[in-house]
């Protein structure tokens, strides 16, 4: 198996992560130090935003007002899709129940979490379609109290297309504050009363490592940091769409990788061509975001057989992962590590991203490795329970207070002890530990 890099990337996700850790920290201290006047500080600090934080009805309304009713059906469009999908995992998350042995009975429920804290970043762009992806999903799963918080624009508020689906998507309340402050605000309950018991979103670097420094005290979604794109193609693939689909994901700014594995040289070759030219069309904010993406993340890889590029893929582990080759069956089957994955050059990740159905808050930075992306099971709970009639204590308490007794455990020990005394006072029982 050969890999030969046509062109490897200079940085990787992890460039820069200490001192992001270090700027995250402090300001989580300050503000669970100084609470809703230090995430006000920061609001003016960031993003130049002195207005009310949590967003007024009458604000929504407002800003619904000014979203054309074209926009709007849009919208719909979007969340019909994400909520129809959202509600087809939800059903085959499914509670159960088992007799172990006779009067034995365990069991388990998936109980929604009370309260949700959704991320919708908005430094760059306005990311209407995270605001559906995560609230949507969220009510679907019967979370109570949803909070969503993003970044306010100087003067401006909360981009008005995001209030209006924010709104449409069901969120009980809106924060109009956006990277660390957002993310604080939410999991201290600062300015609702209502303490996220999880945190989900995606975000930039700030906003991604805020939540990972806060998992523990809260549950988070996943990394869902700075977006991936890997495509996968061989000489079918078709070089333009392939070169596009690279840069739809650069875009998103200076640190999104976006990386080619090719099965053909020639189609390598010319990809590498078309994507600076490709660039070079965009507007002026956007091109400086895939133009610095590429110079320093963008990668062209050539492998020698489906295999070896199976497995490099494995080995990034990309949020969105694109395979542009024949046999996709064989793609299908094969890989392993992935957020999401798009099949064939008739699906894309701007599909996925905005309107297709299954969810766009995905794993970054290797994060595919242990975890998919955001659905309904993410605001799940799966608890157990059990029950047992005293008859089946026999042979249970005897085995626990052996095995407790081995572990030096005497007081777990005795609870079996004294069930077995009180229900079966005939009986003489060997309960000292087995070496
Ligand atoms: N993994 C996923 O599923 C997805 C990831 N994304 C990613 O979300 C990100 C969105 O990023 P942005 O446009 O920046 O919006 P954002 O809303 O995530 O971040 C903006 C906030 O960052 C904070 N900030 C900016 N500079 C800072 C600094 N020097 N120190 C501390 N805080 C600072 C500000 O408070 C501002 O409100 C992109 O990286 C995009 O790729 C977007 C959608 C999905
Ligand atoms: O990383 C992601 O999932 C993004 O590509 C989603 S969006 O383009 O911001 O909608
Ligand atoms: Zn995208």
Partial sequence: MTIEYLKKAEMTAATGEQDVRETVQAILDDIE???????????????????????????????????????????????????????????????????????LIAGHRNI????????????????????????????TAGVDQVVACSPAKAGEGVNPAILYTLDLCGADSVLALGGVQGVAAMAFGLFTGHPADILVGPGNQFVAEAKRILYGRVGIDMFAGPSEVMVIADATADPEIVAWDLVGQAEHGYNSPAWLIALDRKLAERVAVLVPELIASLPEVNQTNAAAAWRDYGEIALVDSPEAGAALSDNYASEHLEVHCADLDWWLKRLRNYGSLFLGEETTVAFGDKTSGPNHILPTKGAARYTGGLSVGKFMKTVTWQRMTRESTRDIAQVTARISRLEGMEAHARTADVRLEKWFPDENFDLAAVE
């Fill in 33 to 103: 130090a100084g609470g809703e006047a230090k995430a006000r500080d920061y609001a003016a600090k960031f993003d130049k935003w002195e207005g009310d934080i949590l967003v007024t009805p009458e604000a929504i309304a407002e800003a619904s007002a000014k979203v054309s009713q074209k926009l709007k059906d849009d919208i719909r469009f979007a969340h019909d899709h994400v909520r129809r999908f959202a509600e087809a995992q939800l059903a085959t998350l499914q509670d159960t129940e088992v007799e172990l042995r006779p009067g």
């Fill in 112 to 139: 929604p979490m009370s309260a949700a804290g959704c991320y919708v970043p908005g430094g760059r762009y306005a990311h209407v379609a995270s605001a559906i992806m995560s609230v949507t999903t969220a009510k």
